[in-house]
Each structure stands twice: as structure tokens, then as C-alpha cells.
């Protein structure tokens, strides 16, 4: 047997953590109101007809924010990570509490206001209140969100399908609207308008350009929304469900069996994406792996055995009630309108019987080395 001195000196990443505090965990164990604890975007609780959905996310901004990001940018999105969660559960909003540990830098007054502006702007945006937190001292800015949801049906991201009464495996894969842009923003950001040895880099000028011919691309990374619009229309028509948090290459293997089209990826890139790829000589096969490493995009990715003409009809249906019960309302604050954005899904493959494959590739050696998505590591 491995003593604890051995243990510490291997490698560790963040599914050997949780394995280690699942193998503990046996609080859970026979309690019957527990539905769903560790394993998911969501824990949910049984309450009778309705259940209610918890989740956290902690951010350090040494790793989750770049220098370019605003104090409010910073703080909407510590909201935004956590209501994605409620989201991909299917579920409405009720309230988040956040936690900030605060360094010397940022333990100032204007950058507080700035920061809890931020805060509330998101929860404003999501209906979903800002009812405590905790504060404290930090080596670096530390933001700890929890945010609780409601639903009557939460829908897991497990994607192990039982075969049905019709012995048929296979539902469709989808997700919301576009992948790639944030990867993108990053290729911006991390070639020219950063260097971290040297100061401002010799391209910055280009780097800033690129911001202004490509607005979308970097206000998915500096200002992303969580897709609880679509969450709720979808509910009821889809089997399984999870946020695009740490890329789609990570996040699809939560599907236990199935197989992607690359062709149908690359058309998750939006128009500018496209335009942004071209204009850096990014060839498809580059373009393919920033779709599938494209970390926080916060996008649902799901399957259903429903056609995508069926989905985005739902979906067209209820935006256009909801613009039209809105449309009168001149005290509605307009950035709460990012719940009737044209939302749309598209198909990426399907699930199987057995096995992960992209092209009819194993999906691990597709590209190998290359599709991994975000894993946190430690002692590399």
C-alpha cells in the first residue's frame, strides 16, 4: 500500500481531489432528500414538487481574469460562472451569496464599488438577487460564488442514456448558439496585448485593432452570459444537459457514448470568429481545436431526441412572446433583454451504443495532445 509521502509527490489534478472527498463523503449516504450531490453542475435537494439546485464557482484573478478586465467586468462575472451552473440544471434563479477576499491592491473603495456594480448588474440581469456573501483578507482577489435555483425538473448532465422502449440508443447532441470566441479573445490578448516580462508588447497596436474589427469575440470573454433564457425554454424537451465551462473538449466526455462531426463543429464558429481565424491564417484544423478548447464560453451543451428545427422553434416561440409582454415596459432596464438574443441550437453529433468518437476517430487519439479542454493540475 502507497503511504501518504508517496501519494504527495505524484501529480494530482482536480478529478483526483474530488474522488478523494467522494470516497469520504458518506454524509450523503441514506439520505433520502439528497437527489444528486457530487458529480454535477448542480447539487439538488428534494423539496416535494420542486427541487432546489445549489451551486459554487471560486475565482482567483491570477487565473481567471485577465488585466484587461474591468472591476465590473470582474464582478458580473463571478454571477455569471454560477447562474451558467443554475442554468444547465434547467432551473430559475433565487438568490447567490458571494465571498471576495481582498489584497492590498484591490482592498480599495473605488475598486469595491466598481466591483459590487458589477455584482449587481449580473444579478439584475439574471433575477437572481445578491442576498450575503462573507469578505476577508487575501494574497490575491478571491471571489467564492454560490447561487441557488428552483426547478420541478432538473436535468442532469448525465449523459448515459437508457435504451429505450424503441431500442434506440441514439438522441441528438446540440448546443446554444456559437463556440470559439473566447479562445479567440485570448489570442488576442495573450499575443498582443500582453507581455508579461517585458511590458507592452511591440504589437499592441494590433492587438487593439483586432478589439475594434472584432467586438464580439472579445465581449464574449471580458462580458459572457449565462444561458438561463435557454435553460428554462429547453426544459422538457432535452435528456441531458451541462454549462461549456472548461471547453467543449473536456465537457463532451460527460457524455458516456457518442460521436461528433468536425464539419459540424467548425460551423459552431460564428461569422466573425470565421473573419478573425482567416484574417491570423488560422487554417480549419486550428480553427477546430480553439472550438473544442474554448474554455468558458458558458453555452449549453445537451441532447434530446428532438430535431433542431423542433428546438429553435421552442425557443423563437418564447422570445417572441416574451418581446412582446416586454415591449411596452419602458422602465425595463435593457440588459435584461439578453433573455430574447436570437438564441438558436445546433447540432454537433449524436449519441451511441458505445464508444467516443469524432469522425469516426477514437475521440482520444483525434488530433491527440490537443483536444483536452481546462483541467486544474497540480505538481506538474
Same mark, same amino acid.
Not at 451569496?97 to 491592491?105: I, R
Not at 435557454?230 to 426544459?235: T, V, Y
Not at 409582454?325 to 425595463?332: A, F, M, R, T
Given at each position: 500500500m502507497e503511504n501518504m509521502e508517496n501519494m504527495e509527490k505524484k501529480a494530482i489534478n482536480e478529478f483526483d481531489i474530488i474522488d478523494i472527498i467522494q470516497k469520504n463523503n458518506t454524509s450523503v449516504k441514506g439520505n433520502s432528500g439528497i437527489i444528486k450531490s457530487i458529480g454535477d453542475d448542480c447539487a439538488v435537494i428534494n423539496l416535494g414538487i420542486n427541487k432546489l439546485v445549489i451551486t459554487t464557482d471560486m475565482l482567483f484573478k491570477s487565473? /481567471? !481574469?485577465? +488585466? $484587461?478586465?474591468?472591476p465590473f467586468q470582474i464582478g458580473k462575472r463571478v454571477v455569471t460562472a454560477n447562474v451558467s451552473d443554475i442554468a444547465s440544471m434547467c432551473a430559475k434563479p433565487l438568490g447567490i *451569496? *458571494?465571498?471576495? %477576499?481582498? &489584497?492590498? +491592491?484591490t482592498a480599495d473603495k473605488k475598486y469595491i464599488d466598481e466591483l459590487s456594480r458589477g455584482i449587481n448588474s449580473a444579478c439584475c440581469e439574471y433575477e437572481c438577487p445578491l442576498v450575503g456573501g462573507d469578505t476577508n483578507k487575501s494574497e490575491e482577489l478571491v471571489l467564492s460564488g454560490t447561487a441557488f435555483g428552483i426547478t420541478s425538473n432538473? *436535468?442532469?448532465r448525465d449523459f448515459n442514456l437508457k435504451e429505450t422502449e424503441t431500442n434506440q440508443y441514439e438522441s441528438n447532441i446540440y448546443i446554444t448558439n456559437d463556440l470559439g470566441k473566447v479562445s479567440c479573445a485570448l489570442i488576442m490578448y495573450e499575443k498582443y496585448l500582453i507581455d508579461k516580462k517585458n511590458g507592452v508588447p511591440y504589437d499592441f497596436n494590433v492587438g487593439l485593432k483586432l478589439i475594434n474589427n472584432y467586438p464580439e469575440i472579445f465581449n464574449k470573454l471580458s462580458e459572457p452570459k449565462a444561458r438561463i433564457f435557454? %435553460?428554462?425554454? $429547453?426544459?422538457g424537451h432535452i435528456?441531458?444537459?451541462c454549462d461549456i465551462s472548461d471547453g467543449l473538449g473536456k465537457d463532451i466526455t460527460y457524455l458516456n457514448n457518442f460521436e461528433l462531426n468536425s464539419e459540424d463543429i467548425l460551423n459552431c464558429a460564428s461569422s466573425e470568429t470565421f473573419e478573425f481565424c482567416e484574417e491570423l491564417d488560422i487554417d480549419d484544423i486550428g480553427l477546430l481545436d480553439i472550438i473544442l478548447n474554448s474554455g468558458e464560453e458558458f453555452e449549453l451543451l445537451f441532447s434530446s431526441f428532438n430535431s433542431s428545427h423542433y428546438l429553435n422553434n421552442k425557443l423563437e416561440k418564447i422570445e417572441r412572446k416574451n418581446k412582446s409582454?416586454?415591449?411596452? &415596459? +419602458?422602465?425595463?432596464d435593457n440588459s435584461n433583454n439578453n433573455k430574447n438574443n436570437d438564441s438558436k441550437v445546433q447540432k454537433i %453529433?449524436?449519441?451511441? +451504443?458505445? %464508444?467516443q468518437y469524432i469522425d469516426s476517430v477514437a475521440f482520444n487519439? !483525434? /488530433?491527440e495532445g490537443v483536444v483536452k479542454g481546462y483541467v486544474h493540475r497540480w505538481n506538474d
Open positions: 487565473t /481567471h !481574469f485577465p +488585466e $484587461l478586465l474591468t *451569496v *458571494v465571498s471576495m %477576499g481582498f &489584497d492590498k +491592491e432538473p *436535468v442532469f435557454e %435553460g428554462m425554454a $429547453l426544459n435528456n441531458t444537459c409582454k416586454n415591449k411596452n &415596459d +419602458e422602465n425595463k %453529433g449524436k449519441t451511441i +451504443e458505445n %464508444g487519439k !483525434f /488530433h
